[in-house]
């Protein structure tokens, strides 16, 4: 049938190309009409020739180029193609359903037993090896050059040893600076003490005999001036009761009363005169006193704090030039060495770091459950490799008394022996035994170690499920099953690293 419709669908477009090529060449076949002497040698036939039962000519059809023709062919040929697809489509027998897959066979294993047995409590930590109790040794005096370096990374030092020097030359002359200010402050001391040497308390005195004898002086002319004026009054009262008797002229009454008046203001300058006199031999006492019993409290206190500052001073400067001198703070092994010859030293940066006492320690990181078993005092197999076979005791020095609430980590501290090789930094192990105890085991074929996690698979019937445990301790042929498993449980035993869980197994013993 499908060859049918091509041959048919082929033969029609066969004959379509043929009609349009006839059609082509007919119009290109032109008709020669007229003499040959005309100018025109393809000439219509006149109007009186053609027949009146002859029909009007039909206009010919558009003539196809030839790319037209190859889209038309193209054209035809994809019908073609899409009518044979659709039929054969349709025309398609239905497949047969595949035959249902046959079960896998059941995988062929072994079991065995979880059981109670009596083991070793052993455990393995891991840590760094440090420094037990590390110290910093630096400059406290910074702007400072280092002049020399006396020590070396894995020297041994003493207490006090010199382990370098720095520059102190500025030092020492702003000592000298201070020393000079000391001397003046004390000189200026001994001046606010006693300000006035023998021959100025001398003059203080010849001043205040002076000024008391003012003082009588002007007490005398105001006595004086009382009594004349006292006189002055009693004249100027006479002549004016004579005055108004007309016993003398009215003129001199005016003059009597003219001289009381003028006694009187003499009065009152003496008043003034004697009390500027008595301040002024208030003032020579005060100076006598002060130059007999030595200077102001104020500026006795102001000469004794700027003393007391310069002396700190030179404190300060004293101990800064001793700090140029660095020496180790204890005995202990040097570990590193940041000072060179040169260098400008800044205030409370490291130049050495110091192994106290030479002591190193292995600080180990332990769960919480087993923080609990460590005691000071625990002795413990140090190795600083698997396959190292070297074993270094080990006594447990310090357990923390906290635990890291996010990591649920504690931290104990083993001192470790001095000459054994050991580094800060190292890695080490440390094998720890706590005796014996009872726990659940199973053969270490059994335990399936996979996605980062440990299980094991129990029997139930004739199909397995995996069940995750905890793996604690294990040897050469049993692995403690901290949590996750019971004892006398059934597990897979050969066998358990091809199975899946649910899988159907076959069990031979």
Known sequence: ??????????????????????????????????????????????????????????????????????????????????????????????????????????????????????????????????????????????????????????????????????????????????????????????????????????????????????????????????????????????????????????????????????????????VAKIKAAKFMEDQAREKLLLAQRGGRNEDVDISRAVLAETRAQIKQLDEQIAETVIVAPDDGLISLREAHIGDITTAGKSLFAIIRLSKLELRAQVSDLDLAKFRPGQVVNITTTEESEKKIKGVVKLVSPQVDALTRLGTVRIALPIDEGLKPGMFARADVSFGKRKAVTVPVASVIARNGGSFVFKLEGDKVSSCPVTVGNQNDQYAEIISGLPANQKVVLQGARFLSDRDTVRVVN
């Open 1 to 270: 049938m499908q060859r049918e419709i091509s041959e048919t669908v082929t033969g029609s477009a066969v004959q379509v190309i043929r009609d349009r090529e006839s059609q082509t060449n007919n119009e290109k076949l032109p008709e020669v009409l007229g003499n040959s002497s005309s100018g025109n040698a393809l000439t219509p036939p006149p109007a009186s020739s053609v027949t009146g039962s002859q029909l009007a000519p039909v206009p010919a059809p558009p003539k196809l180029s030839p790319r037209a023709m190859i889209a038309t062919v193209a054209v035809i040929i994809m019908m073609i193609g899409g009518a044979a697809g659709i039929y054969i489509y349709n025309n398609k027998p239905f497949d047969k359903p595949a035959a249902l897959k046959a079960p896998p066979p059941a995988v062929t294993v072994t079991t065995a037993i979880s059981k109670e047995r009596i083991v070793d409590d052993n455990l393995i930590v891991t840590g760094s090896v440090s420094a037990w109790d590390p110290l910093s040794v630096g400059a406290e005096v910074g702007g400072l050059r280092i002049t020399s370096v006396n020590v070396e990374e894995g020297d041994h030092v003493k207490k006090g040893q010199v382990l370098a020097t720095l520059n102190s030359a500025l030092l020492h002359t702003q000592l000298e600076q201070a020393k000079a200010r000391l001397a003046s402050n004390e000189a200026n001391l001994k001046k606010s003490i006693q300000p006035n040497r023998s021959e100025e308390v001398r003059g203080l005195q010849a001043a205040l005999a002076q000024a008391e004898a003012s003082t009588l002086q002007e007490q005398a002319l105001l006595s004086e001036a009382k009594a004349k004026y006292q006189d002055a009054k009693i004249n100027a009262q006479r002549y004016k009761n004579l005055a108004k008797m007309g016993a003398n002229s009215r003129q001199e009454a005016e003059t009597k009363q003219l001289a009381a008046e003028t006694a009187q203001e003499e009065v009152a300058s003496s």
